[in-house]
């Protein structure tokens, strides 16, 4: 297939060569190599690579992915990084506003004319060590659309910006002298889904690295448990696996802590397979306040015994479902202490780090969360199971928010809403909960599949909700959007969720209405001096069984540092700062804690009442 | 103590302290301790907080705008003064009246109060009363703060005194509760002695207001070799807040670093706060209940040592 620009504003073309998604599970030689955290399958891209950057696509340097291609053009780029912050092109925030507002008059799928596009060019060899080896090729998040060459080929295209894309370059890599060209679009028809309130950026802003597949190789598990009434629980696995060697045979086992082990005996004719549902007489409940997770591990093994690979994973037991209007977590009614959480830094944008990311966790805790919604769109993977580990429950949501196709100066108008009903759409979207699901299936913490945000209702959501029902019974699907229709309501979305309800809404939906539960995916918008009256919502606890609890809007301030030209003094700077145009300015700040992660005025109340309530 | 009856001002002497009531800028002009100036002009009446996101969003500061004028801009109406039981009019007090207190027993008193009245310059006009007590046996002086309400007038951002200190503090202790408080965001201040290194600034990305602390029961504030207290009456509380800009500082800056460079401080003592809200930024009013009425009396007492 030829690389076309066309693409770009096709909806029906978002992956060309894209491997499926699957499980976030890492590989290892050995279990010694796990212990020690790095895993020699993996060599890393990051660093700095060559860079040349277009403000429209007519001026790209099309010949650049060709070998022998010299411009004086070429500089150097940090990756992951956005590109905006590294000095090519515009900063800008704009919370529902499409970012061509008033400069470019376009209804879905056009794509703007003013399109930068970067376009990156990393050299690498081989590691002795993958020598051989099947290579993928992983990018952790690219924004928002991008072509992949390798040595002068054309390997793939994908979008969706926030989860990773692979692809297989087994055929096209070199030992040595192996130079990989991406091409990366600021702009395509998915921004008209990814228009979350949030500051605009583009390029490789997460990590990219490169990985072997031995000779036989886990593509995907599913260690799926549950936890029952009398504290017992079930567990299953299912895998799907490739082979580097055709001939290989050899064996796998598996472990659950002491719960279960099991084997089986593979050939490369074993592409898939399910095991029994074991049952356990006791197992130890996930919960915030114990976050009990057991061990689990997969060793392959060939036929001489010696380990082709290793993979561990940290795997709990809980049990969600909507019962009798009250949403039950371990067979009591759940209480959410939330929190919306952009991956944020005033440094880096969403290019953010790891140590950035255990100081959230950190932060979370502090303020006594017990949950956190991923607002919108898949976080760096890494995320999940520090949210596994320190008990935090999840709601992952899906990378969409089409919200300035619906709602214009605050005006609900949906006159050519995006995806609505347009079956043209639907793939597409339904690819991002495909690709959601498969990656994080396995994090125990997350108890909420969530459809993205503020992109209004019609058949598209409708299918992205059943999708996620099909694929996952045991955990709920949140949705918002319905709100602005109710006659969708009986089946799209677990919960009635309303954002940024007065108290005395909510009391009235669930005196007068009550079908579903409760929750407040957004409320208590922390902008600024505020969080005043977050006491009244607690009290909806007391009040109402069906009441689920809030997320608070939001966890971190999205300011950016920059220089005051009159006094050389360093500051944060919000929306508006990087004079352009149309922004929302201050909005973008609204943290519990600010853009450099100090608590704010107002953490002590979410401490105090998050704490009271929870802990 | 002694009291001294100029042309245009009151001065009183008492345990090392010097005050100066100013009749024409209608108010507390100088408190001097151990040869130090404590005060930069005589107090404000205010009446405006900086515009928070929430009042900027729920349209409060446009509905309020009027009592940003009030708070820049005051009248003084009259002032008397009781020394000793004996009531003086301010014509008994300015000259040529006053050269018959030359020789008057006055002039050294057990107990001396004067209190000032003040017409806000809003369209109807409210009341403000003043009463600086002093007396022997009571440390500094007492303030008692009376706004009058009257009906016609929009809602309150805040309702008080701000005093400029000439100069920046090291730190203050306050007892009372933690961190910032606002009378809806109270429920996670704990009671306790609390210390403020520095004067504390804007903690927000947008510059507005910030650092109240509702219900204390005493502040103290250090720089250098000088000392400022205030301490609630009678068992009761007060609100206030220290910070290094005016509230029409605050508003005009897009951001804590285009404010003015630190070099006075101001120190609000309100008698009545209007709460912060929370549940959006965009529509939603502050609860009910944290409303400042302006058509309702507002109280608050304090003394100042």
Known sequence: MNPDLGWLSDPAVFRVNRRDAHSDHVHYRDEKEAERGRSSFFHSLDGQWDFIWSATPEEREKDFHRPGFRSRRIGKIQVPGHVEIQGHGQVQYINTMYPWEGREMLRPPMVPHDNPVSQYIRRFDLPARMAGQRIILRFDGVECAMYVYLNGQFVGYAEDSFTPSEFEITDLVRERGNRLCVEVYKRSKASWIEDQDFFRFSGIFRPVYLYSIPSCHVDDMWAKTDLMRDESGTFSLRLRLSYGDPSFRGRLEYRLGDLVSGSLDLDASVTSWQSEVFAIPFVGQYHYRAPKLYDFSITVYDDAGDVVEYIPYRIGFNHIEVENGMVMYNYHRIVICGVNRHEWSPSGGRSITLDDMMRDIDLIRQARCNSVRTCHYPDRVEWYSMCDEAGIYVMAETNMESHGSWQKNSAVEPSWNVPGDRPEWKDLVLDRCVSNFELLKNHTSIIFWSLGNESWCGECIQAMNDYYKSVDDGRLVHYEGVFHRPEMKSSVSDVESQMYAPPQRVRRYLEKDGSKPFLLCEYMHSMGNSLGGLKEYDDLFDEYLGYVGGYIWDFIDQALYRTDEATGERYLAYGGDFEEKRSDYEFSCNGIVDAERNVKPGFQEVEAVYGNRLW | ?305
């Open chain 2, 1 to 305: 103590m002694e009291i001294v009856f100029g042309d245009v001002s009151l001065g009183v002497a008492h345990d090392g302290t010097h005050y100066i009531f100013a009749y024409d800028k209608g108010g507390l002009d100088s408190l001097e301790k151990d040869g130090r100036e404590y005060l930069y002009r005589v107090p404000y009446l205010s009446f405006w907080r900086a515009t928070t996101d929430n009042d900027r969003g729920n349209g409060f500061s446009k509905r309020s705008a009027m009592w940003m004028g009030a708070d820049l801009f005051s009248d003084v109406v009259s002032f008397e003064a009781t020394i000793d039981g004996t009531q003086l009019t301010g014509h008994d007090l300015v000259a040529p009246s006053n050269n018959a207190l030359l020789d008057s027993p006055l002039r050294h008193a057990g107990a001396m109060s004067i209190t000032f009245r003040y017409s806000t310059c809003t369209e109807p006009k409210a009341g403000v009363e003043v009463t600086y007590s002093i007396a022997e046996g009571q440390d500094g002086v007492r303030v008692d703060y009376s706004y009058e309400g009257v009906p016609g007038l929009p809602e309150l951002p805040v309702c008080g005194m701000r005093f400029v200190l000439p100069f920046r503090i090291d730190s203050y202790e306050w007892d009372g509760l933690s961190g910032e408080t606002y009378p809806d965001r109270m429920y996670g201040g704990r009671s306790g002695h609390f210390v403020q290194e520095g004067c504390p600034t804007c903690p927000y990305a947008m510059a507005q207001d910030y650092g109240m602390h509702m219900e204390t029961r005493c502040l103290d504030m250090m720089a250098g070799d000088r000392h400022l207290k205030v301490s609630a009456v009678d068992g009761g509380t007060f609100n206030f807040s220290v910070l290094p800009s005016s509230p029409h500082e605050l508003e005009s800056a897009w951001h804590p670093v285009d404010l003015p460079v630190y070099r006075r401080t101001y120190l609000t003592i309100a008698a009545a706060v209007r709460g912060v809200g929370g549940i959006d930024s965009w529509l939603s009013d502050v609860g009910w209940q944290y409303h400042v009425d302006s058509s309702m009396n507002h109280r608050t007492c304090f003394t100042i040592s």
